[in-house]
């Protein structure tokens, strides 16, 4: 029979070592050399973004509209059988809707906490009610700058809300409460760039945990003034974008909009956004609610491709090979036989391996342990007082 595998290489050393010779098959413990292929294969996917499209994907709205209307019965379902009804029903239009995608690789080896944005042609916000926050840096704005502000917000700036200084972030909202509250007033976050490396720690967990961390965008000119002419700009445009983030793992998350978009923007969207994703080698697609299952839209024929093979003929070279048991070190006897559940007293016996003898006092506090007299001989220390 051919020697079990197991999650360990020295477990798989341990077995072969019951034969004096393995037919066909070999022990090989592959020193560092051997895994500088696939390390350099392992690059992050933030860097190859901008490379040729790695994967083509073509999912057809037919499937979309489905999946939508699965989700939106669901929903109407969870509504109906639920025992405690709500005081005020959660219409489709006040439902987010989510895109899963899973990747083949890692999105990003490296952890980002910077926020991204993909332009889409619909808004997924109501732009009629869509009210925005912007946090600046200190003394970013003088008064002329905010009268101008004021005018513009009867029509380029008209979903503008509230503009807050770092400052501000610091004193007037820093509990827990206070950025809730903050939280829930606003729908979109805006933030200057010059302060994005603050903005994580200023807002934490309480932004960052939800759908609607600060996107960042730039406000400022080369001289770094304020300019109004790019506050809008970037301003309009963030209206019309999705964020998203890079995680460092295989699974992402973006927020679609809402279950009752018209399907004819969400299915536009979708494809602005399947466009950017053709660059990452995806495994799957799914659209889902908060709590709903998973549907998934797109499922790719090849998981790997001939880049995720391993080149054996290069790893025997850099490897260390053992065609003889005699030939493999005790110490990796020893630790396969933990791997294979073996107790490591008994492993440690089998190999004469000797344990440190306990001094009297160690002794003397192991049984007063094991007869639950009294507890042993550790220094207490003092309780603080009340």
């Not at 669901?74 to 895109?99: C, M």
């Not at 827990?176 to 509250?181: A, D, L, N, Q």
């Not at 908060?290 to 003929?313: A, C, G, Q, W």
């Not at 160690?362 to 639950?372: F, G, L, Q, R």
Request: net charge positive.
């Amino acid at each position: 029979m051919p020697p079990r595998k197991t999650r360990s290489s020295t477990a798989a050393a341990a077995l072969a070592a019951t034969k004096a010779t393995i037919p066909k098959e070999k022990i090989v413990t592959k020193n560092k050399k051997s895994s500088t292929k696939k390390d350099a294969e392992n690059i992050s996917l933030d860097e190859e973004v901008n490379k040729d499209i790695v994967q083509e994907l073509n999912i057809k709205e037919t499937v979309i509209d489905k999946a939508v209307e699965a989700l939106s019965k669901w929903n109407q379902q969870q509504t109906e059988s639920s025992s405690k009804k709500d005081l005020f029903e959660t219409d489709d239009e006040d439902i987010p809707l989510y895109l899963q995608i899973t990747s083949k690789k890692y999105f990003s080896t490296s952890k980002i906490l910077k926020p991204r944005m993909i332009n889409v042609p619909n808004s997924i916000y109501d732009l009629e009610e869509c009210k925005v926050c912007v946090f600046v840096k200190d003394d970013l704005i003088d008064e002329d700058n905010l009268n101008r502000i004021e005018i513009l917000k009867e029509n380029k700036l008209k979903n503008l809300g509230q503009i807050i200084t770092v400052k501000e972030l610091k004193g007037k909202y820093q509990t827990f409460e206070s950025k809730r509250k903050l939280l829930s007033e606003y729908d979109l976050f805006l933030t200057d760039s010059s302060i994005a490396n603050m903005i994580p720690k200023l807002l934490g967990k309480t932004f960052f945990g939800s759908s609607k961390f600060p996107l960042t965008i730039s406000l400022t000119d080369n001289n770094k003034k304020l300019s109004i002419d790019k506050f809008v700009k970037n301003f309009e445009k963030s209206l019309y974008s999705i964020s998203y983030m890079l995680p460092m793992g295989i699974n992402m998350s973006i927020r679609l909009g809402m279950l009752g978009q018209n399907k004819k923007y969400l299915n536009e969207n979708i494809k602005c956004i399947i466009k950017f994703l053709q660059k990452f080698p995806i495994r799957l697609i799914q659209l889902k609610l908060k709590n709903s299952p998973s549907l998934p839209i797109f499922i790719t024929d090849k998981v790997y491709d001939e880049n995720d093979i391993e080149d054996v003929e290069e790893n025997e070279k850099n490897s260390i090979v053992f065609n003889n048991a005699d030939d493999i070190p005790i110490s990796i006897y020893a630790e396969g036989l933990k791997e294979l559940g073996l107790d490591e007293e008994e492993a440690d016996k089998i190999f004469g391996r000797k344990k440190r003898t306990l001094t009297e006092a160690e002794i003397s506090d192991k049984n007063k342990v094991e007869n639950n007299d009294q507890e042993p001989n550790i220094k207490k220390t003092k309780k603080s007082k009340k």
